[in-house]
């Protein structure tokens, strides 16, 4: 049995809106950055996200406002991985 998307859409209250943003935030950000230490490389962890994202995008039949500020939050968490990376590596600090 589908449901519409609209009826899915209606049931989101927006705390979990909020708790999305801030969780897919971290994870990015974690992920981006335990991935830039391991592979040496600044922004790939982005160029992932980004293809990733641009997939999900042509899956989704119809865009929500909630969906598109969760994949926002993961693409600063991403860029603020790769940031904080290269600001270390620049003060001197050596990633594995």
Sequence with gaps: ???????????INL?????SIIMFFVLCFGVGFILNMILKTTWLPLILYLIIAVILLFRLEEYLLPDI???ISGLFGAIGGGWTIQALRAKGYKMF
Aim: aromatic residues 0%.
């Design 69 to 71: 500020a969760v994949l």
């Design 1 to 11: 049995m589908d449901v519409p998307l609209a009826v899915v859409a209606e049931q």
């Design 15 to 19: 705390l979990q809106v909020i708790v």
